[in-house]
């Protein structure tokens, strides 16, 4: 997994808050008597603090940096300071959820299917795991579109994408952070994210769960090729 060692410091800066809709439309959808859930790679929390409003929430990720502003923002969660490849808590949960292209910061496909069978063992039953990914399509976009210049307040964010080997990308990502003299400190850290295919993803989820849905987020539709980012909604045994 990714460290976010540097980048972490200014996650929630940049990214704005999410409203957590599109998991909750989910969770409502596909497990409405759902209480608990975990999220894991929840980095600063920002996901789990609207999804806290209705379920009783924990959060898993292995930056020690991303904990602590999750814990600053959500005091009284719990969070496990764990690698959601292969993870190991001493509990289950109804949901488990892994937002944010999260599952593509695992450069290995092994640990894509160590994950999926970690989650199915901390599942309750009919429990759901609902996850979402970068395509290989999107990717090859990002890869191809210029750099992304972002300011928030004095500060400047700047992302360029680049082919790595081997499939993987390197999302470069340089902070331009204004000091109080009116310089800039650069704070730079690189990123890396693995598409997969849907039907590799497909096969080993349906090896793991009894029922396994995917949809284009764009209209909740069946997956496309062009498709930017698929949701998967794996159910547990009952």
């Known amino acids: 997994m990714q460290s976010y060692h540097i980048y972490g410091h200014f996650y929630d ?12 439309h989910l969770l409502r959808k596909h497990h409405p008597t759902a209480k608990s859930l975990l999220e894991i790679a929840c980095g600063t929390g920002a996901q789990l603090l609207p999804l806290s ?11 020690g940096t991303m904990l602590r502003y999750a814990r600053k923002k959500l005091p009284g969660v719990t969070f496990f300071h764990q ?3 292969g993870f190991n808590v ?7 959820i892994c937002p944010f292209d999260s599952m593509n910061h695992l450069l290995q496909f092994g640990d894509w ?11 309750n039953d009919n429990g759901v795991f609902i996850f979402d990914t970068n395509t290989d399509y999107k ?19 700047i992302m360029k994408v680049f082919a790595a080997v081997g499939g993987v990308t390197d999302w470069d990502i340089k902070i331009l952070e204004q000091r109080r003299n009116k310089s800039y400190h ?5 990123i890396k994210e693995r598409a997969y295919t849907h039907d590799r993803i497909l096969a080993a989820l349906r090896r793991t769960f009894k029922q396994v849905r995917a949809y284009d987020v764009k209209g909740w539709s069946r997956p496309k090729k062009d498709s930017s980012r698929l949701y998967y909604v794996c159910q547990n045994d009952s």
Not at 58 to 63: I, T, V
Not at 140 to 146: K, L, S, V
């Open 53 to 63: 409003k209705h379920y009783a929430v924990a959060g898993l990720d292995a930056s």
């Open 186 to 190: 650069l704070h730079r850290e690189i």
């Open 83 to 85: 690698d959601m490849a």
């Open 113 to 123: 299917v160590r994950t999926f069978k970690a989650a199915k063992r901390h599942l």
């Open 139 to 157: 990717l090859r976009q990002m890869i191809d579109a210029p750099a992304v210049v972002h300011r928030f307040g004095d500060h400047y964010m």
């Open 90 to 96: 001493d509990r289950t949960f109804d949901a488990i």
């Open 13 to 24: 800066a940049t990214q704005g808050a999410p409203s957590g809709a599109q998991y909750l």
